[in-house]
């Protein structure tokens, strides 16, 4: 069982649509959890940081879990640049660990 | 100018040949880290580096070896390729003064192994 598992999708959306993606961790013990964007051909950037309050930032909305061990991605407004494969990555100090991610496509 | 950066981008080469993939960062960041990314697995640590003098395997290092030559070069060879190798290969780096474990990517190395 890999460490940080999610779906794959793909999740293909309309324009304006609200889509959620949900992320599971197996390690009890990660600390640090983030949401990258990684268009195709293109290197992983951090979308956002995700705390234990939940946090927002514009149309992105990201919560954790730690009694469940999961992590959410909320994207609100779906715009067709919002297409990309999202990671989930968990994980403390040295050992971050990566989903292998779920790809999002938004259309017209 | 990017900040992370990798040389070559492209590279095909043939099974049994020593390949060495370089990083160089601008960043000023202590930490560096080499992964690869395949298909339905997702990024997997190989390597990883602290500071100049520090080297740690990651969750896959058999097969490769990496040597961090100053703080802002962190390079990563195969000894002898071997054709499951082919992959797309991500440098990163992060800050060891930040409490979060941001990681900032380089734009990756295709590598084929023939």
């Known amino acids: 069982r890999k460490e940080v598992e999610q779906d794959p999708g793909p999740f293909n959306v309309p324009e304006g649509a609200t889509v959620a993606f949900n992320c599971t961790y197996s390690n009890s013990a990660s600390q640090s959890f983030f949401w990258y964007r990684q268009d195709c051909r293109k290197e992983p950037k951090l979308l956002m940081s995700v705390y234990s309050s939940g946090n927002e930032d514009g149309r992105f909305t990201a919560q954790l879990n730690r009694a469940s061990q999961y992590i959410s991605l909320l994207i609100r407004d779906s715009k067709l640049s919002d297409s990309a494969t999202y990671l989930c990555?968990?994980?403390?100090?040295?050992?971050?660990?990566f989903g292998a991610g779920t790809r999002l496509t938004v259309k017209p | 100018d990017a900040d992370v950066t990798q040389t070559p981008r492209n590279r095909i080469t043939k099974t049994g040949k020593r390949i060495m993939l370089e990083c160089s960062q601008t960043?000023?960041?202590?930490?560096m880290y080499w992964y690869r990314q395949d298909p339905g697995l997702g990024l997997r640590l190989i390597y990883y580096s602290f500071d100049v003098k520090d080297i740690n395997k990651g969750e896959i290092s058999d097969g490769y070896s990496v040597s961090r030559q100053a703080q802002a070069k962190f390079s990563l060879s195969l000894e002898s390729a071997i054709p499951n190798q082919t992959a797309l290969y991500f440098c990163?780096?992060?800050?060891?003064?930040?409490?979060?474990?941001?990681?900032?990517f380089g734009p990756g190395t295709r590598l084929l192994v023939l």
């Open positions: 990555v968990g994980g403390k100090n040295n050992d971050m660990r």
């Open positions: 990163a780096t992060s800050d060891l003064r930040t409490e979060q474990e941001t990681q900032y």
């Open positions: 960043k000023g960041h202590d930490r």
